[in-house]
């Protein structure tokens, strides 16, 4: 339908043109005051032609919620959308649980904890776990790994990517079999292959990166997790003026979440942990402040007790605040074993 | 790769020229911006601002590798690691210290943790047929403990067969240079000045006895 056939009086069909607007677009992105001004009409016979102008749309069939509001969805329709998202395997079946089912695809994870719990340990299996076939339960992906430690160490990425293999024709025998051409798939060179690394030096460079991942994403659009280790590193030492901290991080957290949605990736962030003074006492939280703390979807809070480490989900949107314990093995983070149960299926 | 300099990143010049004026040299000037100052800086829209800042980035972001790369680089490097000489430590380390990375040696006073950065130090002079490095060391001494004597004792017990020979003793020891910093600030200014020269001098291993004695003092 276009202003031509729209059912208003000649007069106001004439002063439409006139001013400009030629299609049902550019009228439905218009607001009665603005319409109202444009045409030299009142206000009210202005918000009359916007509703009919938006009947004719819904007639025409185009998206109802984009029309009501551009750009916007229903939640029934995020639901369908949600549920089939895949998630990636954490290498801990209890993890995977208090994670409902694993870390989330198109959003961003903050994983903390002090330092030897085994966050770098977690990085490296999501990057590993990330490109498990999808004929096994994966989501056949890259992944990108930002070191800004150091902590990347290429031989123990070569074990776990090993271990994951083998946990993979344990629960997957067939899969050898069937594909002939899996046998020259499943090494792990494959697997080191097609995680992307990016060691960086500085504040600078991580700004820098990050802002290059949106090109790089469009480039390579089969990367499905994005882990950065860690996002705190460059931050706690250069920064005297603490305000242009806080705008760069919350530049970087909108960057990083509007990367997750579009390319439709998991971005996982590992903190550090700082002390800080509350209620009388000093306690361990994440580092970088209280206004990044808004910026991540989930966060994971990595802790020992005793001599087990356990996650705990301090942050999501959907699941309840659970612990789980878990193990790191030479094969990479899988469960905790306790003496009197068999071990749980990893996949 | 943060001060890389704006005027070599071939931007347009009306902006190049611009970023100048208001002395943003470096791509780290531009990059701790806010989208918004930028626009003003540059006196346009949104989209010119965030194309400037996609270019700057993608030349200020350091190159990628793939893991495979990585750790085929490592391979052919040697080791990339510094063995021990300790069977069981080296065991554990998968082959020694890791070149490359920052290594932590923590203990209570007297457990031999200068003792071991001196057999280290002397393990990265000799050849690598002996398991070394063939390389410099620069032993950074805040609490005054080198001991050249020792070093020596270390060296004549530990591999006799180099030792014994005639002035490998003095080319060995020769490797290691020493150095004293009495704060904090001059030992910062020394590593700076230090970055040329690791480069230019093929040193191998860097030590440095130790951290808490340079933050107390």
């Not at chain 1, 339908?1 to 059912?7: G, S």
């Not at chain 2, 194309?51 to 972001?61: K, L």
Request: net charge neutral.
């Amino acid at each position: 339908m276009e202003i031509a056939d729209l059912p208003i009086c000649t007069s106001h069909r004439a002063k439409l043109l006139a001013a400009g607007y030629s299609s049902l677009a550019a009228l439905s992105a218009a607001d009665p005051p603005r319409l109202a001004l444009d045409l030299n009409i009142e206000i009210p016979e202005a918000e009359d032609i916007l509703k009919i102008a938006v009947c004719a749309n819904k007639f025409k069939g185009a998206d109802g919620p984009s029309s009501v509001i551009k750009g916007a969805q229903n939640a029934w329709d995020m639901l369908s959308d949600e549920q089939s998202r895949k998630h990636i395997n954490t290498g801990s079946g209890d993890l995977n649980n208090i994670l409902g089912g694993g870390i989330h695809c198109k959003e961003v994870t903050e994983i903390g904890g002090v330092p030897g719990i085994g966050k770098t340990q977690l990085g490296i299996q999501l990057a590993i776990n990330v490109q498990i076939p999808v004929e096994c339960g994966g989501l056949g992906g890259k992944s990108v790994y930002i070191d800004t430690e150091g902590s990347f160490m290429v031989e123990r990425v070569y074990q776990i990517a090993e271990g994951c293999i083998s946990d993979i024709l344990e629960y997957f025998p067939h899969y050898q079999n069937k594909a002939p051409s899996g046998q020259e798939k499943l090494k792990p060179e494959s697997f080191l292959a097609d995680i992307y690394y990016f060691r960086i030096c500085s504040y600078t460079e991580q700004i820098a990166v990050i802002n290059y991942l949106e090109k790089f994403l469009g480039e390579h659009k089969d990367v499905r997790i994005v882990i950065i280790d860690s996002v705190t590193f460059h931050f706690r030492q250069d920064f005297d003026d603490m305000a242009l901290r806080t705008r760069v991080l919350s530049g970087l957290s909108l960057k990083l979440m509007k990367l997750a949605k579009t390319y439709n990736l998991a971005v996982v962030l590992l903190n550090q942990v700082t002390t800080k003074f509350t209620e009388g006492s000093f306690q361990l939280t994440l580092a970088l402040g209280d206004s990044w703390s808004h910026s991540c979807t989930n966060r994971l809070i990595l802790y020992w007790d005793g001599n087990l480490r356990y996650a705990y989900l301090d942050k999501s949107p959907s699941l309840p605040a659970v612990s789980a314990p878990y193990a790191v093995t030479g094969k990479g983070v899988r469960d905790a074993v306790s003496s009197n149960r068999k071990r749980a299926r990893v996949m | 790769m943060a001060n890389k300099l704006v005027s070599e990143m071939r931007l347009p010049p009306h902006l190049a020229h611009l970023l100048a004026a208001r002395g943003l040299t470096t791509a780290k000037d531009v990059l701790s911006l806010p989208e918004v100052e930028l626009m003003s800086v540059l006196d346009t829209g949104i989209h010119t601002a965030r194309a400037a800042v996609a270019h700057v980035s993608e030349i200020a972001c350091p190159p990628y590798q793939t893991a495979l790369a990585l750790l085929e680089s490592v391979r052919l490097g040697g080791s990339g690691r510094l063995a021990t000489a300790l069977r069981g430590l080296d065991n554990s380390l998968g082959g020694g210290i890791p070149l490359g990375k920052l290594t932590e040696i923590v203990g209570p006073s007297g457990i031999g943790k200068t003792q071991f950065c001196l057999k280290l130090a002397l393990l990265a002079t000799l050849p690598e047929c002996y398991g070394g490095l063939n390389g410099r060391v620069v032993y950074i001494d805040t609490e005054f403990k080198f001991s050249s004597q020792r070093i020596i004792e270390i060296g004549k017990k530990s591999f006799p067969q180099i030792f014994r020979q005639e002035g490998l003793a003095q080319k060995m020891s020769g490797r290691i240079l020493v150095v004293r910093p009495t704060s904090l600030s001059d030992f910062t200014k020394s590593l700076e000045q230090m970055k040329v020269t690791l480069l230019q001098h093929d040193v191998k291993l860097l030590i440095v006895d130790s951290m808490a004695a340079l933050m107390s003092s």
